[in-house]
């Protein structure tokens, strides 16, 4: 079947498809609809407990880009790294950018020596979706929860 090209117009890029950087994952694990919001992570294999998962990876940005990313786009996959520099996890990003706050995670953030790593908290069960406490601060807009655990505090952001 023979297509039409328009004359001087080029055609956008499709948007790429969520995917999981191997390079940054220590298991297996896949995307799939999710429950709580869009995309989801999924444990491919069982993961044992106080184990690193994966590296959250992007685009590193200065703070005055963050305010500016933030303001522009209602998507967003933005990790604050410290003081200056956030990274932006829809540039570059390993797929960690697609996991789900809950309020009873099984995964925790630790920033180590400039990099942000997802470690277990408890042992996961193959099928079962990563999720990690977002920590939003009280004092930020705050962002209604929907993970349905049964702690849920009912907002993103910490309540203290």
Known sequence: MATRKSAGRKRAPAAAAPRIDERF???????????????????????PANRKVIEYTGEKISRRETKRRAESNDLIYLFTLDDYWTIDGSVGGSGAEYINHSCEPNLASRIIRGHILYYSVRPIRRGEELTVDYCFDKNVQRVICKCGSARCRGTINLLK
């Open 25 to 47: 994952a220590n298991f297996r694990m896949k995307l799939a609809k999710s429950n709580i919001h869009r995309w989801g992570v999924y444990a491919a294999e069982p993961i």
